[in-house]
Every structure is written in C-alpha cells, then in structure tokens.
C-alpha cells in the first residue's frame, strides 16, 4: 500500500486544503501526519513543543510520517519540516511527491500571525523566511511534481494536480442490492480476467469497429484461461432489439454457455444495454461484464443495472435489472471517439448536475471547452463525479421504486424525440433538448427557472437545445407510453430547484405544448 501521492511544502503552501480537496476529486481519503502525531501524543502540536520540545516532535513525525508511507493510499499531507529528517527523504525515494511551491508575501499572507504554528510565534515573517531558504533545497530534492501556488484558487491547483496524478484509477461502490463497482482510470481493460473466475468461456458482444480491439481482449482472455466467444452486433440503436437479443442467445446455445459463463460488453451504451439484456436473460441470469467505449455509456448506460431493448411501441420497454459483476470506465478508449459522441455523452453529465451536484454545472460554466477534450483532467473529474450521482441513487434504489425516477430528468421528451426519429438522434442530443423542455415546462408550473442557464450550459458543449415543430402530436403519444407513466398518467421529472429534483403528475397537456413550442421556437 502506498499514497496517491505525497504533499510536502512550506507553512502557508496549502497543503492540508489542496490535499483535502484533490482527495474528493480522486475519489480517494486524505490524510495529514500533523493530526496523526497529535492523536499519537492526545495533545496539540503548540503543547507538543512546549511540553517535550522540538526534538520530540520531530521523533514522532518521523515514525508518523514512515507508518502513513506504507499504510495509506490516498492522498498524504506532511508537515512542513518533516523534509528536514533524512530518514523521511530516504522514504520518500520511489513515492509520487508533490511540492507546492509558495513565495513568501503569499505564504505570510495565508499564515497570519502564526497561530498553533510554535515555530512561526515569534516574528513569523522573518521566521518564515529562515524556514524557506532553508528548506527549500530539500522540497526540490524530493519533489517529482511542482507546482506553483502564489495568487492561484485551490481548484485550479488541484486541476493541475490531476493531470499528473489522475491516472490512478477511482473505485466507486455500488452498494445494496446492486453490489459491483464501476472503476474509471485508464488501460483497465488488462484487469478482466480478474472478473471471470470459475467461468469456461467469456462472450464477447462487440461492434463491426472495435472488432481489433475485442480480438485484442479475446487473447487476454484465452490468456485466462477462458474460451472468448466472439459476437458481433449491430452499431448503435440497431443492436437494441429483440432479434439481435434473440440472434445472441443461439450463440451462445451453439457454444454450450453455462451459469458460470461470462458476458463482456464491449461498446457503447446500446452495446452494454444489449449485453447486459443478453446476460440476464440467459439461464436466467449469468454474469456480465461492461466495458463501455463511449462517454455516454460510461456516466449512464452501462453503470445502473438496467438492461434492455426498443420494440415498436418505445425505447427500452422490454429490459430487466441486472447489475454487472464490474464496470472498467477506460478513459484512453475515449480519445478515438468522434467530439459529436463525446459532447453527447456530456449531456448525461449536465443532468447528473442538475440533479445532485451543482459543481458540475460551475466546473463545466469555467471551462466548457476543456470539458470537450477527451484525456482533460476536467472531464476524468466530472465524469467521475456523475457516476457517484449514479452509484448513491442505484445504491438505494436499484429497482427505480423511488429517487431512481429523478436520474430520468430530460429523458421523457428525449425518449419521445428518439422514438419519432426512429432512433436517428444521438441519444445525448436527444437528453440536452429534452433538459431544455423540462427546464421550460419547470417554469411553466412555478417551479425554478433554469431556462437560461440550461440553454447556455449546453449551446458551449455544442449541443442541441431546440427541436423542429409541427411534431408534437407524434411526441405526446411516445411521451404517453414513457416508463414513468402511471395508468393513463404521465409524469414528469422536474426541477423545484437546482439538486431538488421532484416526480411530477399533474403537467397539463396545454402545458406541454407551450413548452413545446418554446423549444420549438
């Protein structure tokens, strides 16, 4: 066990707020040796040095310092002198170490009068200066990363932080009844054989262009030990249908699949959804594994446990819920994929902000056109940040009987837009316009007005805000078959504020033209 990476830094560099903060970004625990030594002494550190002196002090940093080296795999926050001690530096050797870099008005700046710091009390901006000329030789000693904090935000430091330390991959739980982990991180596709224990053969559903890269995985499989079964499907929505569902299970009838067989999906998110339907119903249930390729499926498709296909009558209406033993979100697959794709699996990312976490929405505001491009920091953060929107709401409610409902946000208009296009639009262009309608129809029924916000947010990703007229009567009657629907009752997922979605039954059906038609405007 080892640290994500190890801060070190004078007084006043922001190690305890900028490692606190790159911690919840990577999805990983932060810790500070200060506070392991004062849990060890059961005194604070000023008491530390009045009581026992320096010397003491800094005999237990240095055994805090190796016990947190070789017990914690997050991120490690040191205290700033604990650089002096050679011992430490030796330990350090092999460790990711980040040095933040502050100049001295800055530092003087953020420490103030020194309190609860004992070697900054007396004169702290002379004595400060002492500490970094001192130190200073031996920060850069250590340091493989550096990185300059004067008159910079914590955020924007902990982004540069990510782009050398963001290649670590995050684990994000799936609890209750779901139980599996979606893992976004890069080159993840060699950890499949982990997941096929006690399994003959692994089915391998694919597409036509990632045909090299399913050969590939077929050989890491075989290299398990496991027989690869090689299946191609449809791109996109035509692999979605009980035909193609039906074409898959002879396969593996031919092949003599087990209970203990594996199903990979391999794709993007009509590929995982087929995949996953594929699984669940085979023997009534077998073991599938999601490899999504695509933006959309990584935030959506391919993480929730739900599985299906589109008949006649609408989008995914014959499905099952069927969790994944794992989901392996590998981000360098996102580099090949087409920027359209890739903004249109942002809109899956907007929602989760709208929904749950308005930090999304800030992030993606700052920078929007960072957040388009495929091995940003920016877009690893806030990928990873909708999939934990996910994981919370399908961790209490796998089986959409409650809060599940509100990941549906956008998506009734969206479904209805598809099903009228037969299936032409991009799922997350379809999501975008469908945000923009409920966002009116929110305003419509006295509810928060994020027209503006929503209209803007997606116009700089480049997605779709408005929907052609003279089409509604088709929309209504795809809208009225929507999942959601209760009887002859639609119901809309509706915003009472921004995090505050709410399941709604009583829209008008004047209502839903006028907000029709403002989209349609």
Not at 55 to 67: M, N, S, W
Not at 201 to 216: G, K, N, S, V
Not at 230 to 241: I, Q
Not at 268 to 276: E, I, K, M, N, W
Request: proline share 4%.
């Amino acid at each position: 066990m080892k640290p994500v990476c190890v801060i070190v830094g004078p007084p006043g560099s922001g190690k305890t707020t900028v490692g606190a903060a790159l911690a919840e970004r990577l999805g990983v625990a932060f810790r500070d040796t200060d506070l392991d030594i004062e849990t060890l002494a059961g005194k604070p550190i000023p008491e530390i040095f009045i009581d026992e002196g320096e010397d003491h002090f800094r005999a237990l940093e240095r055994q805090a310092v190796a016990d947190a080296l070789t017990g914690h795999d997050g991120v490690l926050a040191l205290g700033g002198g604990a650089i002096l001690a050679d011992a430490t530096r030796a330990l350090l050797g092999g460790h990711r170490v980040v040095f933040l870099n502050v100049g001295l008005t800055d530092a003087v700046r953020r420490v103030g009068l020194g309190a609860g710091r004992p070697l900054l009390e007396m004169n702290p901006r002379a004595t400060l200066k002492v500490l970094m000329d001192q130190r200073l030789p031996l920060y850069r000693d250590v340091a493989t990363v550096t990185v300059e904090t004067d008159d910079r935000d914590p955020a924007g430091i902990v982004d540069e932080l990510l782009a050398h330390v963001g290649e670590r991959p995050v684990r994000i739980p799936f609890g209750g009844a779901a139980d599996y982990d979606a893992v976004i991180g890069r080159d993840l596709w060699s950890h499949v054989p982990e997941y096929l224990t006690g399994a003959a053969q692994a089915a391998i559903l694919h597409t036509a262009p990632l045909a090299e890269r399913a050969a590939a995985l077929a050989v890491a499989v075989a290299d398990a030990g496991v027989r690869p079964l090689l299946t191609e499907v449809p791109d996109a929505e035509a692999a979605k249908s009980v035909e193609v569902a039906a074409a898959c299970w002879d396969h593996l009838g031919a092949a003599g699949f087990t209970r203990t067989d594996v199903v990979i999906g391999l794709g993007g998110g009509a590929v995982t959804d087929l995949a996953g339907f594929v699984a669940a119903a085979w023997l009534r249930g077998v073991r599938v594994i999601h490899l999504p390729t695509s933006l959309l499926g990584m935030v959506d498709a391919a993480i929730g446990g739900k599985t299906g296909v589109n008949v006649a009558a609408g989008k995914n209406l014959v499905g099952a819920f069927h969790p994944p033993a794992v989901v392996l979100c590998d981000l360098s697959t996102l580099e090949s994929l087409p920027s359209a794709d890739l903004a249109a699996g942002l809109a899956e990312v907007v929602k989760c902000g709208f929904i749950a976490d308005a930090e999304i929405l800030r992030r993606v505001e700052a920078d929007p056109k960072a957040a388009l491009v495929a091995d940003s920091a920016l877009l690893a953060d806030i990928a990873a940040r909708a999939i934990r929107v996910k994981a919370e709401v399908v961790t209490e409610d796998l089986r959409e009987s409650g809060r599940r409902a509100f990941l549906n946000y956008g998506h009734t208009f969206a479904h209805a837009i598809e099903k009228v296009e037969n299936y032409r639009w991009r799922h997350g262009d379809a999501v975008a316009v469908g945000m923009v309608f409920a966002a009116h129809l929110g305003r419509l029924t006295g509810r928060v007005d994020v027209v503006g916000r929503t209209v803007a947010i997606l116009e700089s990703l480049g997605l779709p805000t408005h929907y052609e007229a003279g089409k509604f009567d088709g929309l209504l009657a795809a809208m009225r078959v929507d999942k959601k629907s209760v009887g002859a009752t639609m119901r809309f997922v509706l915003l009472d504020a921004i995090g505050r979605p709410a399941l709604v039954d009583d829209v008008t059906e004047e209502q839903l033209r006028t907000a029709y038609a403002e989209v349609s405007a």
